[in-house]
Structures are given as structure tokens and as C-alpha cells.
């Protein structure tokens, strides 16, 4: 698959196919997250990855899904994620951590979707409830859970036509309004005004 087909055919899946994934596959989505860049190469980020059938559900309970399509786009049984991988800051934090992250996890979205692997960026997580679970230390920071399991269910992107607002449609799909490109690229400068 040509890497930009792999970037704009990746959305949010939030409901799964219950085939296990291969561990190698998902050791191999934590070293592209290894590997993506990292301010002042402080490498601040580790991972827990999660795929025994007893703690999916432990995990599954700390999260909240789809704000916008409540309680619908919530994963029933039988729609569940299939593994996780728990983002963590465990080294020294600086100024750009939260850059650290982003492209670590977009290293693992991309990844993932590359193995046909659908997969749901959670950031509504009960850190608390999560760390006892996998006895986590307090000094870690859990940031955020990614969510992974073959694709259930079909996510499109479409033009925004006055709202930003996800919504599914009476087939079950799940349309993902983005900003036009022509009102995000500037080219040259120029004076931007924000039109929303």
C-alpha cells in the first residue's frame, strides 16, 4: 500500500473483529514508536502492551468511547478491542513531550493500518483504575491507551459541510468531517484570519 493511500485511509475504529493479533505485529508497532522523532532524543516514552484475554476487559473498563455517538459508537461484546498499547512518560519530561507523543502514536496508527489493523486513540482514560490494574507506579504518567483490532466497522472521511461533528449513518457508517485543504494551506503568508 503507497504510504499516503495508508494516511488517508486511516481513521478511528472503534468496533473489532475478535482475531488475535500477532505479537510480532504488535512488537513491531511499539519499535516504530521507538524509532519516530523525540525533542532532544530524551526518549521519555514506554509502552505496555496488553493482549491476555483477562486484563482486555480490565482495560476495556477504564476508557471512554465516542463522545459524539454515545452510547452507539461504544464497543459492545463481541466488538472489543483485541490488545492495547498504554503510552507512558517514564523519563525525564521536558518541553516537548506531548510532541514526543504525537508522533509516537501516529507512528503506531500508521503502523497499524498498514497490517489492516483498525485502531482508536484514547485519551478519556481512569488512570487510577488503569495503573492498579497493570500495577503501574505512581511515578509513571499513563498518557493515553490505543485501542487495536481488525476493523468491524467502516470509518470514511468527507469534506466538512458546517460541522466537525463525527456521525454515523443509517448503514452504520461512520462519517469523519475534515476541514477543506483549501482553508488550511496557506501558501507564502499572508494575513490568516480564523474564520470558525
Known amino acids: 500500500m503507497d504510504f499516503m493511500d495508508i494516511i488517508k485511509g486511516r481513521r478511528t475504529i472503534r468496533k473489532f473483529k475478535q482475531d488475535r493479533i500477532d505479537r510480532a505485529i504488535l512488537e513491531d508497532l511499539v519499535d516504530g514508536a521507538r524509532l519516530a522523532p523525540s525533542a532532544m532524543n530524551m ?48 523519563g525525564q ?57 481488525y476493523p468491524a466497522e467502516k470509518a470514511v472521511w468527507e469534506e466538512e459541510k458546517g460541522s466537525i461533528k463525527y456521525y454515523k449513518d443509517e448503514n452504520t457508517v461512520l462519517h469523519v468531517p475534515n476541514r477543506r485543504l483549501s482553508d488550511i494551506c496557506h501558501w507564502n503568508g499572508g494575513k490568516l484570519i480564523d474564520k470558525r
Request: overall charge negative; proline content about 5%.
Open 43 to 90: 526518549q521519555p516514552l514506554e509502552y505496555i502492551v496488553v493482549d491476555e484475554p483477562e486484563l482486555l476487559d480490565k482495560v476495556f473498563d477504564t476508557l471512554i468511547w465516542a463522545r459524539y455517538i454515545r452510547p452507539e459508537g461504544d464497543p459492545k461484546e463481541g466488538e472489543k478491542p483485541v490488545a492495547y498499547i498504554i503510552v507512558l512518560v517514564t
Open 93 to 149: 519530561k521536558g518541553a516537548f513531550t506531548n510532541h514526543d507523543i504525537g508522533a509516537a502514536v501516529q507512528n503506531i496508527l500508521l503502523g497499524a493500518w498498514s497490517y489492516g489493523i483498525g485502531s482508536c486513540w484514547l485519551g478519556s482514560v481512569d488512570r487510577k483504575k488503569l495503573a492498579q490494574a497493570l500495577d503501574i507506579g505512581e511515578n509513571i504518567k499513563i498518557d493515553s491507551v490505543i485501542a487495536l483490532g
